[in-house]
């Protein structure tokens, strides 16, 4: 028998043999169902959606991470011709600002094809719903807690604030991609923001926002104010998990949860943490513990509600 290290050694690579070992197990009338995925975070969130709604009906899933969303998209559209609207294949990708720069590929949600309405999965993730997930699952308070509520209506007053905040990066964000450059935005890290006592969140830009941000992303021509200006008009008038990136969305989650434990240690208030958010396991910790969007839950009964039971 192979050894756990020989399997993973032996485990396809590239997208086109992932495809492949796709079609040699895939049935087009069978139990199993087959998502295919962007990244790292996406299977926390969609699988466990998925096989909530597959699982009463009796369906296995299985996953198939491809690493970004063009490589999505083609495997969707190679399958979808070979396999043509099989409600056992499912595809996944972020919306992105491709809807703002003019694309017409991977835009809105069709047949097999799933496309968040947000800028990307993990905005789904940011809300007081979430807020109180974590102090009672994670901070072991009662739900009953009074304290709950006002972390929650001072975190709605702190979405209000983080909008205004990211508004003048992500213009900036789009009027350079729709200048045909390709801003690495992530290279900018978490450090950059520092939340008050106040709750007031400070962006450390250095030495200003655009010299930062071309810097930092790897823009050699900076684009005009003009152009910047119009993206910020056009981004007032959207709602705000439709432009900001859900990375950003979840800093400021992060952030958030940081400030009250550090309000709470200062009044030597004791907390029995039982575990400890971060970056790197927020998606994971909180995807099984929020209900599922109502788009998304809407897509997934849909689509397998074609199988029959």
């Avoid at 959606?49 to 699982?55: K, S």
């Avoid at 997930?133 to 709950?148: E, F």
């Avoid at 979840?250 to 434990?261: G, M, S």
Wanted: with cysteine; aromatic share 10%; glycine share 4%.
């Amino acid at each position: 028998m192979s050894s756990f290290l020989d399997a993973l050694k032996a485990a396809p690579k590239t997208s086109q043999a992932k495809l492949n070992t796709v079609l040699m197990s895939f049935r087009p009338d069978g139990r199993e169902i087959y998502i295919f995925l962007e990244g790292r975070d996406d299977p926390s969130f969609i699988r466990v959606n998925v096989q909530r709604v597959a699982e009463a009906k009796a369906l296995s899933v299985q996953t198939i991470i491809l690493g970004n969303k063009k490589e999505v998209l083609n495997a969707y559209d190679y399958l979808e011709q070979r396999f043509p609207d099989n409600p056992r294949l499912m595809f996944f990708v972020d919306k992105d600002h491709d809807d703002l720069i003019g694309e017409t590929r991977g835009i809105t949600t069709q047949r097999g094809l799933f496309v968040t309405p947000h800028y990307s999965i993990e905005n789904y993730l940011v809300s007081e719903t979430a807020i109180a997930a974590i102090l009672t699952d994670c901070w072991g308070l009662d739900s009953s807690n009074r304290a709950i509520a006002i972390a929650c209506e001072k975190f709605r007053e702190f979405q209000e604030q983080y909008r205004l905040i990211f508004l003048p990066w992500m213009a900036w964000l789009l009027a350079t991609r729709r200048s045909g450059q390709k801003p690495n935005s992530n290279n900018i890290k978490f450090s950059i923001i520092t939340v008050n006592p106040n709750y007031q969140i400070i962006l450390n830009w250095e030495p200003d926002i655009l010299t930062h941000l071309a810097r930092v992303c790897n823009v050699n021509i900076q684009p005009d104010h003009t152009a910047i200006d119009s993206a910020t008009k056009e981004l007032e008038a959207l709602p705000t998990k439709v432009w900001l990136r859900g990375k950003q969305e979840l800093w400021c989650l992060i952030a958030f949860i940081n400030r009250l434990e550090q309000d709470a240690k200062a009044e030597k208030i004791k907390l029995k943490i039982r575990s400890q958010i971060n970056l790197n396991n927020l998606v994971e910790w909180l995807a099984p513990r929020l209900p599922c969007p109502l788009d998304l839950e809407d897509y997934l009964t849909t689509r397998l509600g074609n199988i029959e039971q």
